[in-house]
């Protein structure tokens, strides 16, 4: 039987993502595992189509994402706690979404991998294909959980 021990969740602290985090919670109260939730930040770029930033700028505004996703999952986490028993693991990284996604996966043997893809509909469905929800399904090493 597939028991998962190691649950990861990536989260962008849209509702999609946290009734992800919901169904992984409720998935390692039954099989006793440890969430793993994590949080990609993308890099500011300095220079962009139309406008050019300093990098003092692009280092101030970083750091105020990071702590600004650092905040909104210790507030994730304290929640869980407060309601269940199962232990929640913080992790964040940068760069690309889905190439850290499955790179903290495999780095943490992680046994599960829970998403929800953002709602998308019709054309923009088609247009967005191979987004990260999609790249993770196609190139994890363990089972991945797209939530309908």
């Not at 990861?8 to 109260?29: G, H, Q, W």
């Not at 220079?47 to 692009?58: F, H, K, Q, R, Y």
């Not at 913080?90 to 893809?117: F, K, S």
């Amino acid at each position: 039987m597939f028991a998962p021990k190691k649950i990861l969740v990536p989260t962008d602290f849209t509702r999609e993502s946290d009734r992800a985090l919901s169904e992984a919670v409720d998935i390692a109260k039954a099989f006793r595992s440890k969430v793993l939730l994590i949080h990609v930040d993308r890099r500011i770029q300095e220079v962009g189509v139309d406008m050019a930033l300093s990098p003092e700028l692009v280092k101030e505004l970083s750091e105020q994402d990071t702590e600004a996703a650092r905040a909104k999952m210790r507030a994730q986490v304290r929640r869980i706690a407060l309601e269940t028993d199962v232990v929640v693991q913080m992790a964040e990284r940068h760069g690309t979404t889905h190439e850290e996604i499955l790179r903290y996966a495999q780095e943490n043997e992680v046994d599960l991998i829970v998403l929800d893809p953002h709602a998308k509909k019709g054309l923009l469905k088609t247009l967005l294909r191979g987004g990260v929800t999609d790249k993770v399904a196609q190139k994890a090493l363990c089972p991945v959980l797209i939530l309908h």
